[in-house]
T-cell receptor, first 112, second 111 residues
Framework: KAGVTQTPRYLIKTRGQQVTLSCSPI?????VSWYQQTPGQGLQFLFE???????NKGNFPGRFSGRQFSNSRSEMNVSTLELGDSALYLC???????????FGPGTRLTVL | SQQGEEDPQALSIQEGENATMNCSYK?????LQWYRQNSGRGLVHLIL?????REKHSGRLRVTLDTSKKSSSLLITASRAADTASYFC???????????FGTGTSLTVIP
């Protein structure tokens, strides 16, 4: 099976802009989770989608949003970018609840 | 915060030696997972151990879980230079697939 894919791999934006990141889960996986990784805060949970519904949400401002499509592909959007949003954004897919999560390679976002 | 903590933060060993890293967490869990990350890349899943399991093996990896102490350890035997990476433990929040990651242990294996 193909692994989790994320696009784009690298992104450079300026403050105030918005960005959309995409994640394609492993075939058959219906759960997609998003994480933000920064040197200062480590890996932090953003949200999880299951069957097109947001099932869990982390402690991030409303500028961070996401959605999931009927084919389980997921997108996350960050509006009004801030310098502190510079991070590695990781997506993970899973087949069940509290099950193994398989991570994609990540999207490196740099906000200037 | 339920975030776990790994100990030590950094570990440097010679090739062929064993490496042990520990993870402590704060609340009850359904399972605990260990991941490896190479230099800012994606996380690679190593082992999942459920709360009713005490020990699990996978190749050169051995994971133990002590729910009474809320701690887990990852042992890598006969380490190789390719094992150089950061290692994270992750615990579930009890709802869906929300996981809390520890701060990570940076392992350097010297050839």
């Amino acid at each position: 099976k193909a692994g989790v894919t994320q696009t784009p791999r690298y992104l450079i934006k300026t403050r105030g802009q918005q960005v959309t990141l995409s994640c394609s889960p492993i075939s058959g996986h219906r759960s997609v989770s998003w994480y933000q990784q920064t040197p200062g805060q480590g890996l932090q949970f953003l949200f999880e989608y299951f069957s097109e519904t947001q099932r869990n949400k982390g402690n991030f401002p409303g500028r961070f949003s996401g959605r999931q499509f009927s084919n389980s592909r997921s997108e996350m959007n960050v509006s009004t970018l801030e310098l502190g949003d510079s991070a590695l954004y990781l997506c993970a897919s899973s087949s069940g609840i509290s099950d193994t999560q398989y991570f994609g390679p990540g999207t490196r976002l740099t906000v200037l | 915060s339920q975030q776990g903590e790994e100990d030590p933060q950094a570990l440097s060993i010679q090739e062929g030696e064993n490496a042990t890293m520990n993870c402590s967490y704060k609340t009850s869990i359904n399972n605990l997972q260990w991941y490896r990350q190479n230099s800012g890349r994606g996380l690679v899943h190593l082992i999942l151990i459920r709360s009713n399991e005490r020990e699990k093996h996978s190749g050169r990896l051995r994971v133990t879980l002590d729910t009474s102490k809320k701690s887990s350890s990852l042992l890598i035997t006969a380490s190789r230079a390719a094992d150089t990476a950061s290692y994270f433990c992750a615990t579930d929040a009890g709802t869906g697939n929300q996981f809390y990651f520890g701060t990570g242990t940076s392992l350097t294996v010297i050839p």
